[in-house]
T-cell receptor, first 113, second 112 residues
């Protein structure tokens, strides 16, 4: 079946450094790619998303890039802060007339002060 | 603000019991989902519903069933709980496939 691979599974950075999380998807019909952040003990929340007609999107310190040819998309966090510490999930929409998302396995980001 | 609530934050049940997990959303969303979250496995879709009384199997439906009698409410049922169903269960809702899914706070279910 269709899947989304996410790497790395854990990432530790120093405060102020950048962090990059990468995902690869298999369904060529996927056209929506959201990223969710889940802080410890809390629910996942959308932080940024991108649609297939756009190659890059930025929101302050967060950016997402999409390469549809290679079926890759990435999350970039610049100037990391301790409050960025969380689990991050990428996801890709299922192709066709469906409302389903396929999620990656998550990346635990630890920002060391 | 969209609000998605789940009936329990923590639940402990015995093997073989029938378990009901309930999810309610207040945004008139057509689509509702049940996920299971396990370390290293991410969020896996159990069932989803795109309208009242409509449901579709997700990736791991075995051992689960669902019910959606009203638009705002989506229930997950474990017919006969087993220890391998110990997990965090997350409900979500959305107005459409290309839009944000709003998650509930989760139910941590332990089956002993």
């Amino acid at each position: 079946g269709e899947n989304v691979e996410q790497h790395p599974s854990t990432l530790s950075v120093q405060e102020g450094d950048s962090a990059v999380i990468k995902c690869t998807y298999s369904d060529s019909a996927s056209n929506y790619f959201p990223w969710y952040k889940q802080e410890l003990g809390k629910r996942p929340q959308l932080i940024i998303d991108i649609r297939s007609n756009v190659g890059e999107k930025k929101d302050q310190r967060i950016a997402v890039t999409l390469n549809k040819t290679a079926k890759h998309f990435s999350l970039h966090i610049t100037e990391t802060q301790p409050e960025d510490s969380a689990v991050y999930f990428c996801a890709a929409s299922m192709g066709g007339a469906t409302n389903k998302l396929i999620f990656g396995t998550g990346t635990l980001l630890a920002v060391q002060p | 603000d969209v609000k998605v609530t789940q009936s329990s934050r923590y639940l402990v049940k015995r093997t073989g019991e029938k378990v009901f997990l309930e999810c309610v959303q207040d945004m008139d969303h057509e689509n509702m989902f049940w996920y299971r979250q396990d370390p290293g496995l991410g969020l896996r879709l159990i069932y989803f519903s795109y309208d009242v009384k409509m449901k579709e199997k997700g990736d791991i439906p075995e051992g689960y069933s669902v019910s959606r009698e009203k638009k705002e409410r989506f229930s997950l049922i474990l017919e006969s709980a087993s220890t391998n169903q110990t997990s965090m269960y997350l409900c979500a809702s959305t107005s459409g496939g290309l839009y944000e899914q709003y998650f509930g706070p989760g139910t941590r279910l332990t089956v002993t």
